[in-house]
């Protein structure tokens, strides 16, 4: 068998002069399938040698095979976990490891090389920019792997499939198959140019694709979707722009699943504040997704945990077993995230289901700073229903949930009960300063502001200052026990306007024609969720 190590011109020459069959496989670098175009390609051969091998026409077009690691160059989803928590986030993570065989014509080696030159020259000699070869990257995946956009250009302008699908038999390390001891290769994944692009992190590669008309929802065998690559990478940029070109922010795979979770629970687990109200904003499914609220709460995000509930999200969901009772208070108080429980409290989180068969709500009046937590929530809303009878936007059921006593001490109960009762009288002094006192230069009273709905909410926002005071940090001192509760009344009606805003801006032209008072009769039919439906619509349209 011939040998191609240390291939140059004056060895081509020689080689050529004897005659040799120009196809013949030879050995190149301990590799037995290489034939002389292969081996000068690969060896950085000049220009002229390759010139003098194509002057005897060659099989362009031969494959070649080269053993080796699949996850070498970060071919699969590898999304690292680099949230310091030494968790596993998910099965999303971790590398896909494998060997297989790959089959390179010369073209491929050109690319790898990038030899823009050699390139050229091959297209010259016809060789094919679509080679369909099995166990391998396309052409253009490998030049989107070598990250030089005048190559993926060159490519694209010789006619390279944007939406070739490459697919890989790996034969994997930590398992292998076996039948009569023979190791099966096992077809494990599927990739799509914009696929490699995404993983790359390359934008202006993903540009380069979608506007030379890849599919930006392509899928691929057992690989996720480019917008979730984007999202688990945590790359908005891209997120933002395939969102931007129809990447479906719901879509599932061919058989109605997810891969692992939907695009706005990785973006939660990733703790990307930005890119969960991105996908939102392209209406990210909320209304069925309880495991969000759950994945922020295990995260310890306080930030996401706000907006999610702010949107409107389940505090009682059901946890992704279908377990009942109030399981995402469960979680923050096995947790102690202080922070996340008292917003669960003001939220309207449940503490009247018990938490397990054998463990009900008033256990966790037993346990140090939560007992405290607790008890303050029970008795500010207790108080506050006194005064309101019923809240539209604040959720008073807690106060109908009983602090027990009954294991105390004799002693303890009646420290209990004192506390109990200077806490009432903070409580309704408090109120009493509500009742009193305007917002800013307003003629609305604190008080009068919590018993607003949410249409009249919306529209006490827009009073800038009103929403100075309510944004602002003093809010907080002037009213310490119903600053949060505040809060959150004064956020979700900024919510509401923003929804309003979008609808109002996508159909400015026919709202502008119809009575103010006609368009706000109009609104007032219409819910959040509604909203958010409308404004999905008319952004797909």
């Given at each position: ?23 013949s ?11 002389i ?8 051969c ?11 026409n ?7 095979q080269?053993y ?49 030159d050699?390139v ?19 052409v253009l ?14 490519l ?11 697919f890989?038999k790996?034969?994997p ?9 023979t ?17 790359r ?15 930006p929802?392509i ?10 690559m ?28 997810y ?41 310890k995000?306080?930030?996401i ?5 702010k ?50 709500i ?7 700073e939560?007992n ?6 029970i ?13 539209e ?15 105390w001490e004799?002693?303890?109960?009646q ?13 309704e ?80 032209d ?13 609104f ?18």
């Amino acid at each position: 068998m011939l040998n191609f190590d240390g291939i140059n011109h004056e060895i081509i020459e020689k080689l050529i002069s004897s005659g040799v069959d120009i196809n013949s496989p030879g050995t190149y670098n301990k590799n037995n399938s290489y034939t002389i175009l292969h081996a000068a390609i690969d060896n950085n051969c000049e220009i002229k040698s390759i010139k003098l091998i194509l002057g005897k026409n060659p099989n362009v077009n031969a494959l070649m095979q080269k053993y080796g690691p699949i996850d070498d160059d970060k071919d699969g989803d590898d999304s690292d976990d680099d949230d310091d928590d030494n968790d596993n986030d998910n099965e999303m993570d971790g590398k896909w490891i494998g060997n297989s065989f790959r089959n390179y014509s010369p073209l491929h080696i050109a690319v790898t090389k990038n030899r823009l030159d050699i390139v050229e020259l091959l297209f010259a000699n016809d060789a094919d920019v679509n080679i369909q070869v099995d166990n391998c990257h396309s052409v253009l995946n490998t030049a989107i792997k070598t990250e030089n956009i005048g190559l993926i250009k060159l490519l694209l302008e010789a006619g390279a499939d944007v939406n070739h699908i490459s697919f890989f038999k790996v034969e994997p390390k930590k398992q292998t198959y076996y039948l009569d001891n023979t190791p099966i290769p096992v077809k494990l994944r599927g990739f799509a140019p914009l696929h490699v692009a995404t993983k790359r992190n390359n934008l202006e590669a993903v540009k380069l694709l979608i506007n030379e008309g890849a599919d930006p929802n392509i899928e691929a065998k057992n690989n996720p979707f480019a917008l979730l690559m984007a999202v688990c990478d945590r790359n908005y940029e891209i997120v933002e722009f395939l969102l931007e070109h129809g990447a479906d922010v719901n879509r599932k795979n061919s058989f109605g699943y997810y891969i692992g979770y939907p695009p706005l629970n990785f973006a939660i687990q990733r703790n990307r504040l930005d890119i969960v109200k991105l996908l939102i904003s392209y209406g990210a499914e909320t209304k069925d997704n309880g495991e969000a609220i759950y994945i922020a709460i295990e995260k310890k995000n306080f930030k996401i945990a706000k907006f999610l509930m702010k949107l409107g999200f389940d505090v009682n969901v059901p946890d992704r077993y279908g377990n009942s009772g109030p399981v995402p208070l469960n979680l923050a108080l096995e947790g102690f995230y202080f922070e996340i429980i008292e917003l669960l409290l003001i939220n309207g989180a449940d503490l009247n289901p018990p938490l397990t068969p054998d463990e009900s709500i008033a256990h966790i009046f037993y346990y140090g700073e939560l007992n405290k937590i607790l008890k303050e929530h029970i008795i500010k809303v207790r108080v506050l229903k006194r005064h309101t009878g019923k809240l539209e936007i604040v959720d008073l059921s807690a106060s109908e949930v009983e602090i027990p006593h009954d294991e105390w001490e004799e002693e303890e109960i009646q420290k209990a009960e004192v506390w109990l009762e200077s806490y009432e009288l903070q409580c309704e002094e408090e109120i009493q300063k509500m009742q009193r006192e305007m917002i800013g230069t307003s003629r609305l009273s604190y008080y009068e502001f919590l018993k607003k709905n949410i249409y009249q909410l919306e529209t006490y926002v827009k009073n800038a200052s009103i929403a100075t005071v309510l944004s602002g940090d003093g809010i907080k001192k002037a009213f310490p026990i119903y600053s949060a509760i505040l809060k959150n009344c004064f956020e979700k009606g900024v919510l509401r306007k923003e929804l309003l805003e979008q609808v109002e801006k996508h159909l400015s032209d026919i709202l502008s024609k119809l009575p103010h008072s006609v368009v706000i009769e109009i609104f007032s039919y219409l819910k959040n969720d509604d909203l958010k439906r409308f404004i999905k619509y008319l952004k797909m349209n």
